[in-house]
Every structure is written in structure tokens, then in C-alpha cells.
């Protein structure tokens, strides 16, 4: 071990990440762990247990096994590597203008203290592309990969493990690396949503503060929940209504509020979380304005006007959370599941219910029928149908399509399913086995995995609803709109451009992510890390605040 090579990286890394820095000096290095002269004259870090070396790299020419692998990695953008050792496969990527950021993670302090010892790593420590994580918990790479890591902005994101390190610390690797996958595949999810919504998010947003800061509504708690999906079997569950309702609250969904009207069934609460126009098709045939409707601040516009009791609330949305921080608190509900269902449950569940009757959520369409009679899909199928393209055509047509579409039998019975329905019920049922409520589901084409029997007790009673206002929405806009246009010009890289911003600056930035996502899309090109890209966005939603005032 090498005390001024040791010295040397700790002060390159105490001045990007002092508290990193700060917690190996206070470690002992892992003596197991020494350095060995390769052929070619570099130090390579060899593991020694029981008189056998384990060398991390190869004894000849460990750069040139480096090169070799970094050619297999042809794309860039983030990359996350699982173990450090010599930090030899890692130099290559210091060269590349498209990688936009990595992430090294080491299972130990100590294990990355010897590292530290050996050979000197200040290149790629002060690097601002570079970050480590060491001697962490699965759940805190995975808070770090939500916080850190975005698609808009980095691009493409791999994981990139050193067999040979991983190989010598399977378990704590083998946990690390099924936990990146999994958080991988969530922001990949949260990255496609973004790149279709993400501009729409943020028009309609602006757009509704003037009516979100009039809206003074506020749901009481409840202890019963009766919730309407628009799926095919309501129809022969519409009968049930009258009885669970009693001493329930009835939650429709929007797509299912039409429904409800047709037969005189008045609901207690519709909630609505779509941001898209079509949206409006569920209520064409108008909606009692004395009902309270909940709303996304992202929902559109055209929607927020329908009701006299507008309830906003704030999702997962970068820019819904930055105001709600800033300028109104307003509560939240668990949009994550993607669809409006599992949005009326986190609903009932804010509002302290222990009990949840869910009908009409079908996730999937049998007999290749998507909704239920009386939805918005009908009369617009209706006009379109002819003895040439009778409706079942129509129906049919709506989802086979989809290129993931496979049927099942239940009951003699074929049902149509989609990989997006699928994901649905599974983030449903996922909620479900976090809650502590008697659940009951009356579709007959799933049913509830056997969770332990809820532990019912004193609901705490909640209340949901906005707080007071900081200040008028035109203010708040106007600071806002400064604040962006104040915002230095991209340059460099991305790594270094975050790096110099402020942490209220970051945040700025966080609220234009999705609409960075959609405008990516929109060139029709990948252009990760292109600086002329983030001006372009960021000019683009001034532009949108500014004739948004002047309207």
C-alpha cells in the first residue's frame, strides 16, 4: 500500500464528494488486497486468500484488456459499473463525448480504500462525469439511480460489471445488480411516458394554476369506498350499486361517470388523471357540477372548468411538485400504476377508508370488447359502423393492434390481453400488498393473490385538500418565469453544466425533464447530452409562460 498514492486520490475525491472522502479515512484498508506489477509495468489490484492471488485485471496488459472491452459498449450515455479494482476499464470511457455520466459502485469502504492505495485514480476521480457509491444498501442505490439518474438528460443507461471483481463479491453484486435492473426498468418506463406527455404536462399545468389556486374543496374522510372501472363486467355489477353504497363513498373513475348517469346513479367523487384531450369524450354528455372532481394539475384545462368543486392534487410530475413546494402544498396521490383505477384507490386510501368494494376493473378485454356499455367509445364507434364495419369490428380493431396481444380462456370465455393491461393489475395488486384494508374485487376475470388478512384498526381520519396559497398564481408565475430565463446557458457537457448549477437551479431544471423527454422524441435523432437541446427546451417554456401572461 502506497500512503501518498492513498493521499492523493482522498484529496482529489474529497473535493467532489468530501463526505465519501471523509468516511475511508476513517476505515482500515482490506489487507487481503494488494498490488501487483503487470508485465507491462502497471499496478493491478490482486486479491490473496489463503496463498491464492485472484488478480482483478489481466498480469500483461490490463489497458489493452480495457480497450477491448470498452469496444463492446459502442453506445453511451450513463453507465454504471459494478466494481472499481484498478479502474482500468473505466479509463476508456473518459475519452468518450457520449458518455454522459458514471456511476462506480464498491460493496465496501474498506475494499475501496485499498483500491485507492495502489494506483493513482485522480483522472477518473475528478472526472465530473464521476460519482461512487460505497458501502450502501440495495434501497440506497436504488434511491440514488431515482434521484440521479434521467434518461432526458444522459440518454442511454447500462450497467457494466467487472466479471472478475463481481465474481469475488457475488452476493453483494448479484442484490445490487437485480435491484439497478429493476429501477432501470421503472425509468425506462417513467422515460417513454415522459417522451409522449411531458410538453403536454407542462402547458397544462401553467395553465391551470389561475383555476387550481379558486379551488377550496376539501374531501372528508371516509371509512367505505365503492370505486367504478369502466371495464366490460360493471354492466352486470351495476345492480350491486345500491346496497355497497350504503355508508360508502362512490368514486367513479371518468371513463365509467357516463355510465352511472345513464342509470341515475349519482357518484360521490369522479376523478379524472389523464392529461390528454380526449379526456373531454367522457363527458360530452355533461357532468353534475356539484360532484367533485378530482384532478391532476396536469389534467387539461378544458376539464378543470366542468365542475364548480375542482379537488387538485399532485403526482409523480416534476413541475406539479416544484409548485406544490412553492407556491400551494396540495396533496398527493399514487399515480404510479398508470392508469385511473389505481388512482382511485390511492384516492381512498388518502382519505383513511378500510374497506374498498372495486367493480368494472376487468384488465382485459373479453370477447375482445374493451369497455363496458354507455363509455365514450360507443357513440364514436356507432357513427362509424356500416354492414361493411359492423361495431364488433370496430372493437376488435381498437386493440389487436398492439403488438403484445395474446388471449386467455377463463370460464370458456376468450380473453384479450395487452402487456400495458398486465402491468396495470400488476402495480394494482402490488398496492394492495401494502395496505392494511379488507379489499374486495368483483371482476371475474382476476383475482387477489392470498396477502395476510388486513389488520384493521382505528383509520387515521385524513382530509384531503389544497393549503393556502403563498401568493397570487401571477406572482408565483412570474418568479418562476424569472427564475428560468435566469438560468445559465448550457455548456460544456451535461455533467459539468449540472455541476455548477445551484441545488434551487437543479430543481428549476427538474420541472422542464419531461418536456426535454418529449422534444428528444420529437427530433426523431438521439441526441443525449446535446447542450443545444437543453437551451432549446428551456427557451421554449419561457416562450410558453411569457404568451401565457400576455393572454
Known sequence: ????????????????????????????????????????????????????????????????????????????????????????????????????????????????????????????????RVHFLADVSVKEVEQYLVSHCFPALFGNIQVIPLRSRVLRDKIFFTAVFSSVKTSLSHLADDFTVQSVFGSRWFKNTIINLETAQHAT????????????????????????????????????????????????????IIISIDCQHITYYHFLNGIDRDIPLVLDLASPPTITKLTDVPVFFTSGHPLSLYISNNWRNFPSIDTSGGNVTHAAVSLAVSLGTREIHLLGADFCYPQGKSYCRGTYIYPLFQRESHRFTPLDHSFFDFFQKNSSLSSTQKDRETCYVTQPLLNYKERLVSLLSTLSIDFNNYSPYWTLPDFPPPQISRAERRFFGAGNCHQDWRNFLEKFYNQLCALPRPSVSVASYLESLSPDQRGLWLTLLPALAQTRKMTGTDRTGDLPLLQEVLDWSCRFISKHFQA
Open 217 to 268: 374543496t376539501i374531501l372528508s374522510p371516509i371509512k367505505k369506498a365503492v370505486i367504478t372501472a369502466a371495464g366490460p363486467s360493471l354492466e352486470s355489477d351495476l345492480d350491486k350499486l345500491p346496497e355497497l353504497r350504503q355508508g360508502a363513498c362512490l368514486i367513479a373513475t371518468d371513463t365509467s361517470y357516463h355510465v352511472l348517469k345513464e342509470v341515475g346513479i349519482k357518484p360521490d
Open 1 to 128: 500500500m502506497n500512503n501518498t498514492i492513498l493521499e492523493r486520490n482522498l484529496l482529489a475525491l474529497s473535493s467532489r464528494e468530501a463526505n465519501l472522502a471523509a468516511r475511508l479515512s476513517s476505515v482500515d484498508s482490506d489487507n487481503k488486497i494488494i498490488g501487483q506489477t503487470a508485465k507491462n509495468g502497471s499496478q493491478v489490484p490482486v486479491e490473496v486468500e489463503e496463498e491464492r492471488h485472484f488478480p482483478y485485471h489481466s498480469l500483461f496488459n490490463p489497458e489493452k484488456e480495457s480497450i477491448r472491452l470498452a469496444a463492446e459498449y459502442y453506445s453511451g450515455g450513463y453507465l454504471i459499473f459494478l466494481g472499481f479494482a484498478g479502474g482500468y476499464q473505466i479509463e476508456p470511457f473518459l475519452e468518450r463525448s457520449d458518455v454522459t455520466g458514471i456511476l462506480i459502485i464498491e460493496s465496501s469502504l474498506s475494499t475501496l480504500k485499498s483500491f485507492l492505495s495502489i494506483k493513482d485514480h485522480s483522472r477518473i476521480i475528478l472526472d465530473s
